[in-house]
């Protein structure tokens, strides 16, 4: 954490965030002790493109089926926030991104279930899936991050 010209610079695995809060500067300019919880927010929106072909493997109402392809993953509109806590109360202060970039992430994934037949057209669809990144991102502190995950899906297909 620094203080230079009037804001307050934290630096965190997603990139250095400033803010200009004057009770803050105050406080950290003062030296005062009140500040000892500190509690950082972080959201984001994410834009999940899946591309993939399945086989149902039998044409009864339900069946089972496998899915298998790539999904591709754009992060905008991060934003971080920073909770300021003394006793039992906290003050939430916006952060500012320093350079507030996109990030994008591809995925191969793998998925079995079961799949419902509604109609000729349509069918409901559940499976567990597996995401695996294709390549590694770098954070603001030059670690490789690769996080696969497991999954619930759940949706409606179309047949055209």
């Known amino acids: 954490m620094e203080s230079q010209d009037e804001q307050v610079q934290f630096k965190s695995a997603e990139g250095d965030v400033v803010t200009d809060d004057p009770q803050l500067i105050n406080q950290i300019a003062q030296g005062q002790s009140g500040l000892y919880k500190l509690r950082m927010n972080y959201s984001y929106r994410m834009l999940s493109i899946p591309l993939g072909i399945g086989y ?5 109402v339900i ?5 298998g392809g790539l999904n591709c993953e754009i992060i905008t509109n991060r934003q971080m926030s920073i909770d300021v806590g003394a006793g039992n109360s906290y003050r939430n202060i916006p952060l500012r991104f ?25 069918e409901f669809q559940v499976d567990g899936a597996y995401y695996r990144p294709l390549h590694f991102l770098l954070n603001a502190n030059g670690y490789q991050v690769q996080s696969a ?9 179309m047949k055209l």
């Open 98 to 122: 320093t350079q507030n970039t996109t990030k994008s992430n591809v995925q191969a994934f793998g998925a079995a279930g079961l799949s419902f037949s509604m109609s000729e057209k349509i």
């Open 63 to 67: 069946a089972p089926h496998i899915v």
């Open 149 to 157: 995950r497991i999954l619930l899906n759940c949706g409606v297909s």
């Open 56 to 60: 149902r493997f039998s044409h009864h």
